[in-house]
């Protein structure tokens, strides 16, 4: 079933939790592929400098403006990171989705990639896009439809709530010390240091 875009209404953490063994759905260029995930991390919408509508709306930020339940996709390096928007439009946040279980179209993900090893494919949010042919072209893009790229929890990864763990965020030079990076803990498939697993 395709979550329904009143989910992406709640807060931006209760977000972030509930996307955890949820199916991340790609058909971009008629290529299905699939995957749960494992590690996102929180952007809150007032005292996050690392947030990026913390500054205010740009022309490059804009989907985070936008209403919940669509993806707000960026550049960083040569890759993209996807983020799902949450909250409303008044208090702009968004979630970073970080890593996913590959599930299905592995074969694709290893062409699109480059790479053999079922660990490198979606491990880390630029070669989660990669793996999944995510890129600027899905910024803005509903996530509540099945048209291109949609989350789904008909089939889901499932786990305790107690193995939820809340981390300190990876990969950012602001307010990094924030415990708003959740992980199912002790999936391989989540990146970043053992120690936060």
Avoid at 16 to 35: C, E, F, H
């Amino acid at each position: 079933m395709i979550v329904e875009p009143d989910f992406f209404e709640d807060d931006v953490i209760s977000v972030a939790k509930k996307l955890l063994g949820m199916r991340l759905v790609s058909t971009i260029n008629g290529q299905r592929r699939a995957g749960f995930i494992v590690e996102t991390e929180a952007y809150l919408p007032v005292g996050d400098s690392a947030c990026h509508a913390s500054k205010g709306k740009t022309k490059s930020n804009t989907s985070m403006f936008g209403p919940p339940g669509i993806a707000y996709v960026y550049p960083i390096h040569s890759r993209y990171c996807f983020n799902v928007v949450t909250g409303n439009t008044n208090a702009p946040s968004a979630v970073l989705v970080r890593s996913l279980q590959p599930d299905e179209g592995l074969a694709k993900m290893r062409l699109q990639r480059g790479v053999k090893d079922i660990k490198r494919l979606t491990t880390g949010p630029g070669c989660l896009c990669e793996a999944m042919g995510i890129n600027r072209l899905q910024d803005g893009a509903s996530l509540t439809t099945r048209r291109h790229l949609w989350i789904d929890d008909d089939i889901a990864l499932h786990f305790e709530e107690q193995e939820i763990k809340a981390t300190p965020r990876i990969g950012v030079t602001s307010a990094k010390e924030l415990p708003l990076r959740f992980v199912i803990a002790g999936n391989e498939f989540v990146s970043g240091p053992k120690k936060w697993r």
